[in-house]
């Protein structure tokens, strides 16, 4: 089950969770969280649903059928936040995860202060996999620029977060480096080919991929390393429809498809 804000380029959100979760051989439920204006530039508004009726999407779902795992986007507002994290406190036993999406790739603002100390206080403890890039990770973490991220998931893991996957898409490497830390430090770290372009998606792309694999039972580091297998592999087939950026094409061919773990 997917929470998150509706992206009409079918580049992000709550169609590119759908899209991702179905490529991965698992059936997408969804609960629209907020609506967004946006293209492939950027984020225009951002419109928060209000909180019952989330409520009462996930509601009628979750009293039908079973969920083997649940994915969070954007939810748009602090009170919705805390109402998403009631719910799932009923579901201790499922994984969560967790894509704290603050900022647009152009910068806009996807989150307040009050959404995000809200996200802190009720969703970490609740959470299996967080994956912040690097800037979300050292401001979820209340560290400054620059700041060592490995100091960063600490900070998180001692918030009740069992895992933490930062991803190095923002640092100034010549490779892509995403290190996956639990409670003894860092666990695995794996390195990807940077691809060239700006591409819109990947996030949600990568943290809807690794709630579809553990849904279909894979331990935590197994499923983070598919999940990013398929996300780069998603990236280096992606396509421009308009005049922005890339956006991630979530159905490889039958060979990339095939090399998949």
Not at 82 to 107: I, T, W
Request: aromatic residues 4%; neutral net charge.
């Amino acid at each position: 089950m997917s929470f998150a804000a509706t992206d009409p380029t079918g580049g992000a959100g709550l169609q590119a969770d759908v899209m991702t979760i179905a490529s991965l051989a698992c059936h997408p439920v969804s609960v629209a969280t907020a609506i967004t204006v946006q293209d492939t530039h950027g984020v225009r508004e951002l419109y928060p649903l209000e909180t019952r009726w989330i409520v009462e999407q996930a509601r009628a779902v979750l009293d039908e059928m079973p969920v083997a795992a649940f994915k969070l986007g954007i939810l748009g507002s602090a009170e919705n936040v805390a109402a998403v994290a009631a719910l799932l406190v009923e579901y201790p036993r499922r994984p969560l995860v967790l894509d704290p999406v603050l900022a647009s790739g152009r910068g806009d603002s996807l989150a307040s202060t009050a959404t995000l100390e809200a996200l802190l206080d009720r969703l970490l403890p609740l959470t299996t996999v967080l994956t912040p890039n690097s800037l979300e990770a050292r401001r979820l973490a209340g560290a400054a620029p620059g700041a060592d991220l490995a100091e960063c998931a600490a900070r998180l893991i001692a918030r009740g977060v069992a895992h933490v996957l930062i991803t190095g898409t923002h640092e100034a490497d010549a490779e892509v480096v995403n290190t996956l830390y639990g409670s003894g430090g860092a666990r695995h770290a794996h390195t990807w080919k940077r691809l060239p372009g700006s591409y819109h998606g990947s996030g949600c792309t990568l943290a809807s991929a690794i709630a579809a694999q553990l849904a279909l039972g894979r331990t935590v580091v197994d499923a983070v390393l598919a999940a990013q297998d398929y996300t780069w592999r998603a990236l280096q087939a992606g396509f421009r429809p308009g005049g922005g950026q890339f956006l991630p094409c979530r159905f490889p061919s039958p060979q990339s498809r095939a090399a998949l773990p």
